[in-house]
């Protein structure tokens, strides 16, 4: 339940703080004074959708917080605990929205995605209005609206497991027809790009190596003169470095006789030209090794080019070319046994559809058996809202097997004929919105017992009624309140006399610029306001007579 809400520079709020108790809670006050902005901040609380245009004016933020308690059955203590946000039996929820567009959430002070803030608040508050009315007249809810109280949810999220299931075998097939009817032409791709792949029969690394043997083929005239004048400057010729060095050895030798010194020049030098004559005979033996074979060399750049398309066409290299023709390989395969793979499927998808026929079937028999008892609750409802004449029916259609999707072959629709006599039609066509709201408090009435959410908000969902009506539906809402906090706006005094605590919401102006103020109201000043209620702000003592009865009666005879 909601213990305190404080709001700050939120529309035509400069600052707003409100206790709120267990039972009944009324806020009433002038039209426009800010009522329905209490319900605004609320939304916004619980994660919906943000504007610029809910900031007070020549403000740069607009907050919202409260503080929450949860029951010690609450399911959302589990939850809060895994994402480390649980914090004893409190739970603080804290929105804040600026003009430069970023929003921001926290939980127990801790900073949060808003649409998690919206996941985990979901369950804490049930804000009705008037667009409830609207529907409460669309036939779409309906279904869910009988769910609910049936209390179906499992069979339905079997349902849904079952006709996904079957769903997805369907999308398999049909992926599986559509590779059929393009088989053909898939199969002579595969067919032809196997058949290039295995010609080639390509090694892993084979385009690098042979690519460096075609730097060298491709070099091979510059090869065999570079050699060739090598061989010829330092060994063949009449005046190579061979020969010279050959003289000089002489030389030296000569000169070991007058100078035994240089002996170990001598060896040296004779050793430098054994090495210079084994590197002639080494650079001539390469030399002798050159083959300058032009159709080899056309051989091989053929070979290169053929490998570098298929790297073109079938991968980044000759490594994923070679994967990528095991994977065509099977894929061929696959193609092959195309048939047998279709007939399993289909019997897979037949199996699955009689699974999903038979849970939407049974869904749909215990559907009809909530709707019995759900109408006979909702006229006995109705009969106590001063419609002893009305009928209202849950009607359960159920729908050919062909129009089977994940909510199951029923259309629920409600119907009312409001007065004896008349036949009964959809909601949409025969209620006004007095009927209506009646009829969605019937509905709110009916769902207590399968309804977990501890707070409820109304927003002036009063339309249309008044008297002797008006106060019945207060009696509603002060039942409702029995079991959960119900928090209402109204403009009703035969509503706001069964309040268990009175707010009455103003608008003034303060320092130039309009604000809207909230207190609670004394005894006294509750039979004030409801006199105001019931004869304006010129209310005189008749109406405050009125209004003094109206709650001497109501606590003699306290709803509960």
């Known amino acids: 339940m909601i213990e305190r809400l404080i709001i700050r520079d939120f529309a035509i709020i400069d600052e707003l703080e409100i206790e709120f108790r267990n039972g009944l809670t009324v806020l009433t006050g002038e039209t426009g004074a800010g009522k329905s902005i209490l319900v605004q901040a609320l939304h916004l609380l619980l994660g919906g959708r943000s504007s610029q245009d809910m900031i007070r004016t020549d403000q740069d933020a607009a907050e919202v917080e ?32 600026s003009r430069s567009g970023r929003n921001r959430a926290y939980i127990n002070g801790r900073s949060v995605p808003v649409a998690t803030l919206a996941t985990l608040a979901s ?22 609206i009988l769910d609910d109280y049936g209390d179906l949810g499992s069979f339905c999220r079997k349902l849904k497991d079952a006709f996904d299931a079957y769903r997805s075998l369907q999308r398999q097939l049909a992926e599986l027809l559509q590779r059929q009817n393009q088989r053909q032409e898939r199969k002579d791709y595969l067919e032809f790009a196997l058949s290039r792949i295995d010609q080639l029969d390509p090694k892993p690394d084979e385009l690098e190596t042979l690519q460096q043997d075609l730097v060298r083929i491709r070099g091979a005239d510059r090869l065999e003169a570079g050699l060739r004048k090598i061989v010829e400057t330092i060994y063949e010729r009449e005046g190579s470095a061979l020969d010279l060095m050959s003289l000089s050895l002489a030389e030296l030798n000569s000169l070991t006789k007058i100078d035994s010194g240089l002996s170990g020049h001598h060896d040296q030098l004779h050793s430098v030209i054994g090495q210079i004559e084994e590197l002639a005979r080494d650079l001539q033996s390469e030399h002798e090794k050159i083959e300058i074979d032009p159709a080899r ?264």
């Open 297 to 560: 060399l056309e051989h091989m750049e053929e070979r290169a080019a053929a490998l570098k398309g298929l790297v073109r066409a079938y991968g980044r290299d000759l490594r994923e070319v070679i994967d990528k023709r095991e994977q065509m390989k099977r894929e061929l395969l696959e193609l092959e046994h195309l048939s047998d793979t279709r007939h399993e499927l289909e019997k897979r998808a037949e199996s699955a559809l009689e699974i999903a026929l038979s849970a939407a079937n049974d869904l749909s028999l215990r559907r009809k058996q909530a709707a019995q008892a759900f109408t006979h609750e909702l006229s006995e409802q109705l009969r106590s809202l001063a419609m002893a004449g009305a009928c209202l029916e849950v009607n359960v259609q159920r729908a050919g097997d062909d129009e089977l999707d994940e909510h199951g072959l029923d259309k629920v629709r409600f119907l009312l004929s409001a007065n004896p006599g008349e036949e009964l039609r959809p909601l949409s066509r025969v209620a006004s919105g007095g009927e209506l709201s009646r009829v969605f408090l019937a509905l709110k009435r009916v769902l207590l017992t399968v309804d977990r959410v501890p707070t409820h908000v109304f927003d002036e969902v009063d339309s249309g009624v008044g008297g002797e009506v008006a106060k019945i539906i207060g009696e509603k809402l002060s039942h409702l309140s029995a079991r959960h906090q119900v928090i209402c706006i109204t403009h009703l005094s035969q509503i706001a006399a069964f309040a268990d605590h009175h707010f009455v919401v103003v608008k003034k102006i303060a320092h130039g610029r309009t604000v809207t103020q909230i207190r609670e109201l004394t005894e006294n000043e509750r039979v004030e306001e409801l006199a105001r209620m019931v004869g304006g702000q010129a209310a005189g003592e008749k109406a405050r007579g009125y209004a003094q009865e109206l709650l001497s009666h109501l606590k003699s005879k306290r709803i509960r």
């Open 123 to 144: 369950g804490l508050v049930d804000i009705s209005g008037q667009h409830e009315h609207i529907e409460l007249a669309d036939e779409r809810n309906h279904r869910r």
């Open 66 to 97: 409260a503080d929450l308690r949860l029951g010690p059955d609450s399911p959302l203590k589990a939850r809060l605990d895994e994402l480390d946000l649980w914090d004893d039996e409190s739970l603080g929820i804290r929105r804040i929205i």
